[in-house]
């Protein structure tokens, strides 16, 4: 019972699929990343659905890529976004670490996150569109697309547990206190099965798109660092949303390329 319960609370906090209402125990909270890979898998099952199976993929060309970038933003009701703009607004401020973190909290919009938001959602347009727009997309290419999903959010996962907070306040650092075991465990293993499915469907566009979005989990690693002192749950939002982007524009060239 447990098991449906986390996976319960993963879904309510971060999804907007309902969820069946109870009363959450002290010890829900920390486990509410333990199935985090699974609403990326349902978003990446959507995402195969509407660009592979008929009828859905005999709609026009431009609908199947604008409904794909939407198919995420719909499924999380944006929730991810909000920390990705915050945490662009803080970055471009160029200011001391702690008023970094201060504008982290900060509920308003500045300039910077809206010209961030436009710029890695036109991109992450084009990749998508390119991806659904080559001769070689098809089922197994639109697997590995939706796979993208799982693996940022194993990632995410893993990285809001194992690497120093920046602050000992907040959700994220609520959930990650205790750091269970089990949840880190649980990712490790969701990630494993996702990049095993992506290179099986196939080698060479797997391997990159996997590649890609490992060697970008290093590069946030050292980023949050510097900038922040380690991870927030603001952060958290802003790797995951640049992470699917760029591990899908590598998937792009990917398939231009060989």
Not at 1 to 14: E, N
Not at 75 to 80: K, S, Y
Not at 119 to 124: F, N, P, T, V
Not at 173 to 182: H, I, L, P, V, Y
Request: charged share 15%.
């Amino acid at each position: 019972m447990k098991i449906f319960r986390w996976l319960a609370v993963t879904f309510s906090m971060y999804s907007k699929i309902p969820m069946p209402r109870f009363e959450w125990k002290d010890d829900d909270m920390s486990h509410s990343l333990t199935f985090f890979p699974l609403v990326g898998a349902v978003i990446g099952a959507l995402v195969c659905v509407l660009n592979s199976i008929s009828p859905f993929c005999t709609l026009p060309a431009l609908v199947r890529i604008l409904v794909t970038v939407l198919i995420p933003l719909i499924i999380t009701g944006g929730f991810h976004v909000d920390g990705f703009m915050d945490t662009e607004d803080a970055m471009n401020s160029y200011a001391p670490i702690e008023k970094k973190l201060e504008i982290l909290k900060d509920s308003h919009i500045g300039a910077f996150a809206v010209i961030a938001l436009v710029k890695w959602l036109l991109a992450y347009t084009a990749a998508v569109a390119a991806i659904l727009l080559n001769e070689k997309c098809d089922l197994r290419v639109c697997t590995v697309l939706g796979l993208t999903f799982a693996i940022s959010r194993s990632l995410s996962g893993l990285t809001s547990l194992l690497l120093e907070k920046a602050k000992k306040t907040g959700m994220l650092f609520e959930e990650t206190k205790n750091r269970e075991r089990g949840t880190v465990i649980a990712l490790v293993i969701q990630l494993i099965i996702a990049c095993i499915a992506a290179i099986c469907m196939n080698l060479v566009a797997g391997v990159a798109m996997i590649a890609a979005a490992l060697l970008y989990t290093a590069y946030y690693r050292n980023k949050v660092y510097k900038e922040f002192g380690g991870v927030t749950g603001d952060t958290a939002g802003f790797f995951l949303i640049t992470v699917e982007v760029f591990s899908t524009i590598v998937l792009a060239l990917t398939l231009y390329l060989y």
